[in-house]
């Protein structure tokens, strides 16, 4: 399996990202998804996920502001991050659960960064 993340950048407070990753080497459309991000400092956090069917989940702190989604005739899951604000910055990455427990263990994208300045 291997997920290529990308979209991240420098973007003001309160602006928006779009960030993408492409997967390969596994049915796509049967895998949960989910983006982790990882500030300087700080443990790596799940902010948000879908299921196969569409479901979703997010963190307290970006609900209202991200909306996670996926395109399975591209095999790509994306974050759209809104009213972005500098907490927000950290290594973001996507990740894809190696079983079937909820991202126990996980293949990982390489990250990319998002830096929201004041």
């Known amino acids: 399996v291997q997920l290529q993340a990308s979209g991240g950048g420098l973007v003001q407070a309160g602006g928006s990202l779009r960030l993408s990753c492409a997967a390969s080497?596994?049915?796509?459309?049967?895998?949960?998804m989910g983006w982790y991000r990882q500030a300087p400092g700080k443990e790596r956090e799940l902010v948000a996920a879908?299921?196969?069917?569409?479901?979703?989940n997010y963190a307290d702190s970006v609900k209202g502001r991200f909306t996670i989604s996926r395109d399975n005739a591209k095999n790509t899951v994306y974050l759209q991050m809104n009213s972005l604000k500098p907490e927000d910055t950290a290594v973001y990455y996507c990740?894809?659960?190696?079983?079937?427990?909820?991202?126990?263990?996980?293949?990982w994208g390489q990250g990319t960064q998002v830096t929201v300045s004041s």
């Open positions: 879908i299921t196969s069917g569409g479901v979703t």
């Open positions: 990740a894809q659960p190696k079983d079937s427990f909820w991202f126990r263990n996980n293949y």
């Open positions: 080497g596994s049915i796509f459309s049967r895998n949960v």
